[in-house]
């Protein structure tokens, strides 16, 4: 029987599955004080995450009931099964709630049982699903639709979105300061985060801008649209996509742009994916080739196309192919990552917008997980982290009175180097001034560089 250290405020939490997602929960999850056990069958990967986190390791099958209760599942408080089996990770969770009290998070991918989600949760009774190619694939397709954007992350179901870009040599907004926005252009964004020379800041009224500066600012997507426009930047949607690979992400990808109505062409090395393509997306051009061969690129019309997406498993060739593809086009660039390790050498490649599925995975779960651990009237809804991790974007959904409602924002005492960024209320998406107030059923969006929050009111001092 394993002996489980108690931690004051943190959650007993299995990980099934110790590959690049499993890695990454422990990492970010351990940092945040919970008692962490990771499971996979390799004895090597569960020495070598027990020994880089200092979390406790089980060697064997995280769905026998033997296995998790080695593991100390009658002691846990959740269960993440992210292993590359999406029935392995359905029984993990299964078993688990036959034979403990605790919650449930599964790792699912094939688009067959993307559409069956709902059913599979409440059948199950599983806390939540996540689909991380799914949710990157629709990323990618919101920097499509919008495609100056460096990052659009999604909030409030949709009503809201933070949108980063780089200020350009000569922009409108190169020597603004913040609190000019509104006098020369418009009160309708509000400008949340800044990056300059890796350090990041959460702006006030007198900070001025400058070209090279890599800005996020939050805005609903029209407004977001018309400011663009405003600063000179091109927000018509691209009309063509030419994707290298075609596993799930390109599936859910293509799906999703043809929909739109964009035209999408996809290259694959393997005939049987191709035939399976040919059947699943119709509307799509199927190209069996060699979509690391820059002849066939050429042949294929990567010259005149309006976006490009390297797909493939392997990290190098898709950063290869998207710096190729930046000196023989003007193609708009999403380039997925699989391993974060050299975030900041790939920041400072010209990759366009750099998507990496894991983080969906993981901040879906953070979020879940930090609700879970605070008060229960906490309510985190969104979290994203933002420049490398050293800002969180969050989306808390008010749920009681507290210090924070009915008192003008101007009148709170708020932490430093924290922005609350929009309020929903009613429906309308608010961007804040002093006047405004926060109202019980509300949703607010919090930016801030202090990490960790867990509720609403951590905000306050």
């Given at each position: ?419 609350i960024s929009f309020i929903i209320h009613e429906g309308k998406t608010i961007i804040p001034t002093g006047d405004d107030i926060i109202s019980v059923g509300d949703s607010v969006m919090v930016v801030t560089t202090n990490l960790g929050f867990t509720d609403i009111t951590n905000i306050l001092k």
């Open positions: 029987m394993k002996i489980r250290r108690q931690s004051d405020a943190g959650l007993n939490i299995i990980i099934v599955g110790a590959g690049k997602v499993g890695r990454t929960l422990v990492e970010q999850l351990s940092k945040e004080g919970h008692d962490i056990t990771i499971v996979d069958k390799n004895p090597a990967k569960v020495r070598d995450i027990s020994n880089d986190y200092d979390v406790m390791g089980c060697v064997g099958n995280g769905a026998s009931y033997t296995t998790q209760s080695e593991a100390g599942i009658n002691d846990a408080d959740l269960i993440i099964a992210v292993t590359e089996s999406d029935e392995l990770n359905l029984l993990c969770c299964t078993i688990a709630s036959q034979f403990s009290n605790c919650a449930s998070i599964a790792r699912v991918r094939t688009p067959d049982y993307s559409k069956e989600v709902n059913y599979l949760r409440e059948k199950l009774g599983l806390a939540m699903i996540i689909n991380p190619e799914l949710e990157s694939a629709k990323e990618m397709a919101r920097l499509l639709y919008l495609p100056t954007a460096l990052e659009i992350n999604s909030f409030a179901h949709g009503q809201a979105e933070i949108v980063k870009l780089r200020i350009p040599e000569g922009n409108r907004l190169d020597g603004m300061a913040v609190y000019d926005l509104g006098k020369h252009l418009t009160n309708d964004i509000l400008i949340c985060a800044v990056e300059r020379d890796g350090d990041v800041t959460i702006p006030r009224g007198d900070f001025v801008l400058k070209a090279g500066d890599h800005m996020s600012f939050v805005a609903t997507h029209k407004a977001a649209a018309y400011f663009l426009n405003l600063i000179g930047f091109d927000t018509r949607q691209v009309k063509s996509t030419m994707i290298i690979g075609g596993g799930r992400a390109a599936f859910y990808l293509a799906d999703q742009l043809i929909r739109n109505g964009i035209e999408v062409k996809i290259i694959e090395k393997s005939k049987s994916k191709c035939e399976e393509l040919y059947e699943s997306l119709p509307k799509a051009v199927i190209i069996n080739g060699d979509g690391t061969d820059p002849a066939l690129l050429a042949e294929e019309g990567i010259d005149t196309c309006e976006s490009f997406v390297p797909l493939t498993g392997i990290d190098e060739e898709n950063i290869m192919l998207s710096l190729h593809v930046k000196n023989v086009s003007s193609a708009k660039l999403i380039t997925k990552i699989s391993r974060p390790g050299f975030s900041e050498v790939i920041s400072k490649l010209d990759l366009g917008s750099v998507v990496y599925p894991r983080y969906v995975t993981s901040e879906a779960i953070v979020a879940y997980v930090r609700a879970r651990s605070a008060a229960k009237d906490s309510n985190i809804e969104t979290l994203y982290h933002m420049f490398n991790s050293k800002v969180e974007a969050i989306e808390f959904k008010v749920t009681k009175d507290s210090d924070l409602t009915s008192t003008k924002l101007r009148d709170l005492k708020l932490k430093d180097n924290l922005l």
